[in-house]
């Protein structure tokens, strides 16, 4: 089919590599403007524009598509790009742009949205992350038609992807994009075959996962063990849940942390319990808080053991 590709990070990347692997023709992408990364904030392009140049692809990176917005003359360029190439469908993945009524009744066949949960749960901008902070067993990816809502437009195909008891949202993204490249690969398939029937979504069930804020990433010891081992994994690695330890001046991001059986005692929440290269116990609301892998602020991530080598506080058994 002939397509437009709209996509951002490396989650979009691999969709877009999967539709050109399955014969696609694509011969435009739209991907966010290139942004600071790095130590020297160089101006770097997105994943999804990376791998469109190195596929010969045009790319465009209009910062609006709203013909009344902020950039009306870059959002009545894409336009012109998109009338150009007249596509069958517009597939979008991660873009990060609101998609006005226009963009979506252009392609002949409108445009199809990769969300990386099964809808309606978790509709909204950070479903992988709220998935493992709310002790979600199972998720998955949903190809859905697009309409203006918030990812409220019709599901034309699921795929479920289970979450591991202590798997990271690093790793869940990277189960997540694969199973969505695919699911994308099967949709337009069976879409071409007249085989793919939309359906409304349920309307129990409907969650909304908020876009992630750095507030979120300070560890609330007053709340359970278990609770703050699912949002360090939910964090890792944005924004990355943080903690205050004794005799460091600013807080040590926590990359992998586990709850462990009640040893609390009467300490308060907050409470460093021990502090050894077994892991560094903190009392919580309900049961204690193992931390294992840590990163100091300007350091490198490191496993307890190695961290423990440069902090020691005094008293601790």
């Keep these: 089919m002939r397509l437009v590709f709209a996509g951002t990070p490396e989650f979009a990347r691999i969709a877009l590599d999967a539709l050109l692997a ?6 435009l ?20 524009k990376q791998a469109a140049q190195a596929a010969g692809i045009e790319v465009a990176q209009p910062r609006s598509l709203k013909l009344d917005g ?18 069958d469908v517009m597939v979008v993945a991660a873009y990060g742009l609101i998609l006005p009524l226009w963009t979506l009744q252009l392609p002949r066949l409108g445009c199809l949205n990769i969300h990386a949960s099964l809808l309606p749960r978790w509709r909204g901008a950070a479903p992988i992350q709220r998935a493992i902070e709310a002790g979600d067993t199972r998720t998955g ?13 019709d ?14 949202a690093a790793e869940l993204h990277d189960a997540l994009a694969l199973a969505g490249g695919q699911a994308i690969v099967q949709a337009l398939d069976a879409l071409q075959r007249g085989e793919l029937t939309p359906r409304p979504q349920p309307q129990e069930g409907i969650t909304y996962a908020a876009k992630l804020d750095k507030a979120e990433a300070a560890l609330d010891f007053t709340q359970p063990a278990d ?12 924004p990355g849940a943080t903690v205050r330890l004794p005799g460091l ?31 560094v116990d903190i009392a919580a609301g309900q049961g204690v808080l193992r931390l294992l892998e840590l990163q100091k602020a300007g350091g490198k991530r490191q496993p307890v053991e190695v961290f423990m080598q440069g902090w020691q506080p005094a008293g601790m058994p």
């Design 22 to 27: 399955a014969g696609h023709d694509i011969p």
């Design 29 to 48: 992408v739209l991907t966010q403007p290139d942004r600071p990364a790095g130590r020297g904030l160089k101006l770097t392009p997105s994943p999804v």
């Design 70 to 87: 902020r950039y009306p003359d870059e959002a009545a360029a894409a336009r012109e790009w998109l009338v150009r190439v007249a596509p």
């Design 141 to 153: 990816v949903t190809i859905m038609q697009m309409d203006e809502g918030l990812d409220t437009g």
């Design 155 to 168: 599901m034309l195909l699921e795929q479920v992807v289970p979450i591991g008891p202590q798997q990271s």
């Design 227 to 238: 609770v703050l081992a699912r949002r360090v994994r939910a964090f890792n690695p944005v």
């Design 249 to 279: 001046s600013e807080p040590v991001k926590v990359w992998r942390a586990q709850a462990v059986a009640d040893g609390a005692g009467q300490a308060a929440p907050g409470t460093v319990l021990r502090a050894s290269a077994q892991g």
